[in-house]
């Protein structure tokens, strides 16, 4: 029967009457677009709450209107398929409004960490080709940045907040869905099109930007509600923490679109702040980082609040120790699952399920998420058996389209049919998959992505440093916090302290990518060919956070 089955499927499939070159045929029949989520979920849900803020809240049929408002507003500007738009804003209900309407307009959607230094910002900006800017006015007001989309001629469109004042005669995201059709726009957009182009953090000092499609994204946002088991009935209410810039909380914000979901949309991470909202809004599904769940945990107020709602905390970037998630388990909440993936592996791609969380504690990231494949694959392209040693590959319709104006570093994240993490990573004997390192020297710190050559890069221009490597070390806080260790030259002049080389870094990088700590050295650690010893490194000041 399966080979039947099987037979009888290609000459199906390619029935004139099914074909999409066939006469009458239209391609917003059967497309996936992302604009469209919100615009199917308004049909169904309608006056159901999707979006929280404070006191402000907005149900699934203002929220279609909304961002069917700015996608018309965006296209009367003359923006074309294909365009890039920018957007350069922390958490907010204007944001989500904004990024739904460029998708909508068939524009790419180019979303930028607000942390980054100006010089980072303004390549992005450049490499992206990106003419119009979506950017808080908040930001806008800080005189670098200013001055940035000044030079570059970029006109902004601006997110005004309670207590923001926008400058004269400069457009807001309020005013421009304040009129206009609230019909969702009449552009073909074909689901292998670019979405989004979302830079990472790099490993050469310069971000790369990932190329997703609308069918990318939108394949594994099915995926996370049926791994997370939410239910249009169910009606789950998400947290909203994590930057939405990042693909963790898009991805998050966009299942919970797709299912019917609220989302409480939170300006940052206030550990009193997130326990009164859990209260409040009867939150059932939090996402965050480690560190999150330790410093609610510890919170003074956390035992006088109703935390009951929580049914799963979703965790990411890093595992937990074993006592702080048992802790939580028994005084948090009662489910807890890790999820992961990349920027180019748009999340999850991996989960370690609720049920095994008091079965394995250690570097855990457990099985690909249903629409994934996972494998450990050898040095020649062998994909590699239990217990053995190798890097992690994925495949699954989540993977990016490649990286954008970069062909040889897409052949490399691509070559034999797989994508490839960078991650070293073994499977156990029941298939569970294992975390070891990483093949390029990335620091996870504090949900953020950090190259360390980047860091080093920066330690090297001082006059004063001979050598310099960057690792990441455990920490309670940070998960790993960003380490220097730096030999001095000869000459370097007396006052050459660990405070003017932290000074330094702070006027070349953003701040999550400035040295948690500085350690002059003698010499470093170094193979026959000169090769920086990393890992001599992280064994000798493992416990240098421990103190």
Known sequence: MPAAATSLAPSTLSSPSLSPAAPGFHPRISRVALGDVIHRSARRFGTRTALIEGEHRMSYSQLDAASNRFAHHLLGLGLLAGERVGMLCNNSIQMVVALLGIQKAGLVWVPINTALAVDAIGYILAHAEVRHLVIDTALHARPELGALLQDTGIAPLLCVLDGDTPPPGAMTVPQAISHGPQTLPDVPIDSTQLALIMYTSGTTGRQKGVMHSHASVHSVLLSNMVEWASSPERADVWSSVLPLFHCGQHTVLMSALAVGGALVVLRGFDPGAVLGAIERHKITVMVGLPMMYGALLAHPQRASRD???????????????????????????????????????????????????????????????????????????????????????????????????????????????????????????????????????????????????????????????????????????????????????????????????????????????????????PALPMTSTGKIQKFELRKAHQDLYQR
């Open 307 to 521: 935390l009951s709602s929580l049914r799963l905390c979703v965790y990411a970037m890093a595992p937990m120790s074993r006592t702080l998630l048992l802790r939580l388990l028994d005084e948090f909440c009662p489910h807890f699952a890790l999820v992961s993936g990349q920027t180019e592996m748009y999340p999850g791609a991996t989960i370690f399920e609720a049920h095994e969380q008091r079965k394995r504690f250690g570097s855990y990231w457990g099985v690909g998420t249903l629409v994934n494949e996972v494998a450990i694959m050898g040095d020649d392209g062998e994909l590699l058996g239990p217990n053995q040693v190798g890097e992690i590959v994925f495949r699954g319709p989540n993977v990016m389209l490649g990286y954008y104006k970069d062909p040889e570093a897409t052949a490399s994240a691509q070559r034999f049919g797989w994508h490839h993490s960078g991650d070293l990573g073994k499977m156990d004997d029941d298939g569970q998959l294992i975390f070891l390192d990483r093949l390029k020297d990335m620091v996870k710190s504090g949900g953020e992505n950090v190259p360390s050559i980047k860091v080093e890069e920066v330690l090297l221009r001082h006059p004063g440093v001979m050598n310099a490597a960057v690792v990441g070390l455990p920490h309670a806080h940070w998960g790993e916090a960003i380490t220097a260790f730096v030999t001095r030259r000869p000459d370097a002049p007396a006052d050459f302290t660990e405070a003017a080389l932290t000074a330094h870094c702070k006027e070349h990088l953003g701040g999550f990518e400035v040295p948690k700590e500085i350690v002059f050295l």
